[in-house]
């Protein structure tokens, strides 16, 4: 019997409620997972399902209402803002359905931004920065503007940004919404490169195509996660 | 680093509209023009009023004018016999803290005298009669030969010491001018000296330059010369010993005046403190109305700077979300917006101090006989830390929203 893998991620019991008006709402109403170390896994589900706002928390952008939230054995659950800064610049790799690139800095600027805020490391910044443009194919591209670029290698250039800092963990929040088929297909397959060299990614989508790609999916409904069929 | 990099991305907004930027720097590039303009008028104003103090004899000095009696002595005018060389003696033996006497005898009070020698000649001079005394009170230096003696006068010797700028009009540069005759109205004059030339240069003009022309004469010869049978002098001067006993020695000064003067009133005395007090008035008054042109206009530009800060950052939110997912921390967005608040408050500053170099110039162009507003080193320093600091100010606010927005709601933002 092999020995269950190391977890990155692990939640316990973990609840998100928002005030709105008078009334409660439960974004997050009692969900408990764990994603391992290298795990490709797709959250799924519609909309209002509060999968959106599990990838605040997974992206250290909010912190449960109660509830732990481990992340490499480190509870996370409420963490200063200014460390959870730190922990996005260090630690995460994050890619938008938007793209989100910056558009007065060229591609290779853009690119070294997490590694300007993670203050480590930054010696070799352009030497880095080079390296993820190679690995998602956009050397070429390197002095661009973002609006210079197609939206596939954009999308492509905004992962080379979350590559950069070499992250545990890169959240991709429905990455592929702004391609067309032939460039989500490249996006999707990058993934699934970057989930075989050991990288663990979570994605969220309500494609269901998209979430065939992962390892696993993680459903949700309500606020809670729907247990596999 | 992230200063650094805020300042770059400051300087890329501004190029990237520069028209805008312009319109955003106006107030403050007006303020430290202003500032920078309205230190350089008071330094020239003060540097001009000092030399001329200087010039002048300095606070020592103490005048004396024929002044109208008043209305009750009118009928008694004309038993005064006016300043004369005996109100000298008086003074000399009653004020024992007045210790120079310089009675003067100008040809033509009012008027520029003409000297001419050989065909040439030289306009608008001041000539007068004097005793050596004059030298310490209107502060001349003899540059050669020798300066007018008691004996001079006594004699009614018909020779005179003149200045560099009636030395130029009247000698060609080979010519040695001592011993060589010059005429004043037609009467001729050996000069028995020059005086030094005196130059107080302030903004390429030299302020001090009317007394290089002046011829002195003995008194004793410019009186008897020029003057017909009348010993009524043009000017009294003297000179105090000691500063602190000033009003003193003016009360002592004009109780024996009086008494010369057969209690008739038909004089002033005047020191130059009067002038100081006036001066300093002035100074006074423009340093509030420039100073405060100059407040005005840093706080309007501090305005405008924080408009364009907050516009600017709502443009932005998104990015401002996007680096805070990237792991900017408040500090950092603070910084940043900070960065291009200081950025342009910089820019403005130093095209605000290169305006205020500008209207300076302009100024002393504009103005010609008044003392030039000189460019002072540190009012430039002081400008363009007062740009600064308003641009600091100016952008605590904007920073503080920038740096407190929510990563979520940012990234969210259309």
Redesign the interface.
């Known amino acids: 019997m092999t020995t269950p893998p190391t977890p990155l991620i692990e939640l316990v019991d973990v609840r998100k409620t928002y005030r709105m008006g008078d009334e409660d709402v439960h974004a997050l109403a009692g969900v408990t997972l764990s994603i391992a170390k290298g795990e490709f896994v797709a959250v799924v589900g519609p909309s209002g399902s509060g999968k959106s706002t599990l990838m605040?928390l997974l992206?250290f952008?909010?912190r449960p209402t109660s509830g732990r939230l481990i992340f490499d054995q480190e509870d996370v659950s409420q963490l200063s803002?200014?460390a959870q800064?730190?922990h996005?610049?260090?630690k995460?790799g994050?890619v938008?359905q938007s793209f989100?690139l910056?558009p007065?800095l060229s591609v290779t600027d853009n690119i070294l931004?997490?590694l300007?805020?993670?203050r480590d490391g930054?010696k070799n910044g352009a030497r880095r920065a080079a390296e993820v443009l190679d690995r998602v194919g956009l050397s070429h591209r390197a002095r661009h503007r973002p609006n210079q670029l197609s939206g596939g290698e954009r999308q492509r250039a905004a992962i080379a940004?979350a590559l950069v800092n070499s992250p545990q963990l890169i959240l991709a929040d429905e990455p592929t919404g702004n391609l067309d088929d032939q460039n989500v297909e490249r996006v999707l397959e990058l993934f699934r490169e970057l989930h075989a060299e050991g990288q663990t990614i979570v994605l969220v989508t309500h494609d269901v195509n998209v979430a065939a790609t992962a390892s696993r999916q993680i459903r949700m409904q309500n606020g809670r996660v729907v247990p596999p069929a | 680093?992230?200063l650094l990099?805020g300042m770059r991305?400051g300087w890329?907004e501004i190029v990237?509209h520069p028209i805008r930027s312009l319109l955003t720097m106006f107030g403050l590039i007006c303020g430290v023009a202003s500032l920078i303009a309205m230190i350089g008028m008071v330094h020239g104003m003060l540097a001009g009023w000092r030399a001329s103090l200087y010039e002048m004899g300095g606070l020592e000095k103490i005048g004396s004018e024929w002044a109208r009696p008043p209305e009750y002595q009118k009928h008694l005018a004309g038993i005064s016999p006016g300043r004369t060389v005996r109100d000298v003696r008086a003074v000399f033996r009653n004020v024992p803290g007045v210790t120079h006497i310089s009675p003067e005898f100008a040809i033509d009070e009012y008027g520029g005298t003409e000297a001419r020698r050989k065909g040439r000649s030289s306009p608008d001079n001041l000539v007068y009669g004097v005793v050596p005394d004059v030298l310490a009170i209107n502060r001349y230096d003899i540059e050669h030969g020798r300066f007018i003696t008691a004996l001079d006068s006594d004699r009614g010797r018909c020779v005179a010491v003149i200045g560099t700028q009636v030395v130029q009009d009247l000698f060609s540069p080979t010519e040695n001018p001592l011993g060589q005759t010059i005429e004043v109205k037609g009467k001729p004059f050996k000069v028995i000296g020059i005086f030094k030339e005196c130059v107080f240069m302030q903004g390429g003009r030299n302020v001090v330059a009317s007394k290089n022309r002046v011829v002195c004469l003995p008194l004793a010869t410019a009186l008897l010369r020029f003057n017909g049978s009348s010993p009524r002098l043009t000017w009294l001067n003297f000179r105090a010993g000691d500063i602190d006993r000033l009003d003193a020695i003016v009360d002592a000064i004009q109780n024996t005046l009086v008494i010369m003067h057969r209690g008739v009133l038909d004089f002033t005395l005047e020191t130059e403190e009067e002038r100081a007090i006036a001066f300093h008035r002035a100074e006074r008054s423009l340093k509030t109305s420039m100073g405060g042109v100059s407040a005005i206009s840093l706080f309007v530009g501090g305005i405008v700077v924080m408009n364009i800060m907050l516009a600017s950052i709502k443009e932005r939110i998104?990015?401002i979300?996007?680096?805070?997912?990237?792991?900017?921390?408040?500090?950092?967005i603070f910084l940043q917006v900070m960065a291009e608040a200081l950025t342009i408050s910089a820019v403005g500053g130093v095209v605000g101090v290169v305006a205020g170099a500008g209207l300076i110039s302009l100024l002393t162009w504009l103005l010609p006989g008044q003392p030039p507003p000189v460019l002072i080193p540190s009012a430039m320093v002081l400008g363009f830390s007062a740009s600064l600091i308003t641009g600091i100010i100016a952008g605590i606010y904007p920073a503080f929203t920038a740096a407190f927005l929510d990563?979520?709601e940012a990234?969210q933002y259309d």
């Not at chain 2, 805070?324 to 408040?330: E, I, M, N, V, Y």
């Open positions: 605040h992206g952008m909010d803002s200014s800064a730190t996005r610049a260090r995460l994050f938008f989100n910056l007065r931004l997490p300007s805020y993670a930054r940004r | 680093m992230l990099n991305d890329r990237a998104r990015e979300g996007v680096r805070k997912a990237l792991g900017a921390r408040r500090r950092d990563p979520i990234l």
